[in-house]
């Protein structure tokens, strides 16, 4: 977890990044992740260097020549600011006229993922000044540290919800974290997320397997699938691609199968890949017919990208693939005929298990909309029996535009490693923990166990079964099937009412009448 030291110091580099011109969050990013980059390519030379000092040579390629020490980091941060703005502006005649930014262009797949989606970007820092600042800054920065340099990114990351700008991109991390916990990523699966975005939901499952199933990492077959085959993502914006690609690369995950692309295109023919999708696909948007993959249109014709998606996922599923998706409310009871053919298929065709109904809060300060998470398996022949339905009423921050945390940090990483023994701790505050133990009942108990514990719809936690699901034409909003309790409120008959009244305005009269006497 990142330190108050750490915070303070990225911080700083975000605050000289706003007060040197640059206001736009997602630039500051882009601008900081570009830097990062630098360094890490110059570190990469210096350990590919050491190799060569102590054993005479070394199988990895040298990222710099000897004629481009001027491009590297340890050169140009000693130099003098005007020095260094003309390292990073000014093309060079003697080194085919790039400058340390082009640089980063030209070097492909040697400089890992990231550097494949480099074309397009833009040096966008404009004073001397300014660069020196956030380069000497950055280079105080335990980048050596993978866990470290993780958190020092998400960090900065957060940053765009906090400014209030473009943070559609970003999904409470404590969300996603809920959701990789329901999903329990296994050894074999390959996980995928179509509308990447920042990369939150791999980077997140990424995380629960170093801190729940470290030993698998001792596994050479295991470490081959993680490095290689494990995460994929889709993100149709340049832009958020290169910083999908950095935040997975700083969290260890060098080379993820990341495509850059419209997920719903014609040029998507993904087909049974992946073992489990986690998305928080776009909720608002429509495309014309032409412009999407002609099969997910079987599934549902529409114009709409949140039903587009879930149909996009089911086809990208593996038979047996699960998935845990985030959609607004409409998805649940919109009474199009394409918003009754999803949640068909999902419900006759698939294995849909659970609906946990979010607060509308909890996308602020940017978004008010009420979202559900849907966990959902591909069969293609059936299987849904009962659906669990959660009332989540909190998450462990306030639902205000502030979104300030209501419980310790220490709690919040307990809600996830250890939630039973916070559950009482948290009630009212956050619901996350019960949402977990409830699942985990579910998949560990037998059917009639689970019917009975589950049966009151008073509670937050139910089952409905499928054939009353079908008779409500498919809804699957929650209020469709959770039972309110009403109390009983009793009122004076209005003649007992009136008296008052009365005997009030009689003391009302006194008093007027007491106070004109003492004003004389």
Known sequence: MITGELKSQIDKIWNDFWTGGISNPLTVIEQFTYLIFLK?????????????????SSVKKNIYTEAQASLRWNYFKDKDPEIMFNIFTRPNPELDNITAFDFMKTIGADGG???????????????????DKVVQQIDKLPLDKKDTKGDLYEYMLSKIAEAGTNGQFRTPRHVIRMMVELMQPTKEDTICDPAMGTAGFLVN???????????????????DHYNAKMFNGIEIDPSM???????LQLHGIDNPIAINGSALAESNE????????????PFKGALDYDEVEKSLLQTTKTKKTELLFLS???????????????????VLFGS???????????VENQQLQGVISMPSGVFKPYAGVSTAILLFTKTNSGGTDNVWFYDMKADGYSLDDKRNLLISEETLTQIFSEPENVLDEVT??????????????LSTQNSELKTQDFADRTQQSFLVPKAEIVANAYDLSINRYKELIYEEVHYDVPKDIITAIKVLDVKRQAAIVELEKLLG
């Open 336 to 346: 199009s005929t394409a918003h009754k053919n999803i949640r068909k298929e999902l």
């Open 270 to 281: 993904l087909t049974n890949q992946y073992s489990l999708i986690l998305a928080n696909p």
């Open 428 to 441: 009212g505050k956050s619901d996350i923990p019960s949402i977990l133990l409830d699942w985990k009942k």
């Open 205 to 223: 499952a990424s995380q629960y397997l170093h801190e729940v199933h470290n030993d698998w990492f001792l596994d050479k077959e295991f470490r």
């Open 113 to 131: 993922k990231f550097s494949e989606y480099m074309k397009g970007a833009t040096f966008m820092i404009a004073t001397p000044k300014l660069l």
């Open 40 to 56: 890490q390519l110059d570190d990469k030379q210096i350990l590919i260097e050491k190799e060569i000092a102590l054993l005479g």
């Open 241 to 247: 691609m290169r910083i999908a690609t950095m935040n």
């Open 312 to 330: 996009l996922i089911l086809r990208m599923l593996k038979l047996g693939g699960r998935a845990a998706v985030i959609v607004p409310d409409g």
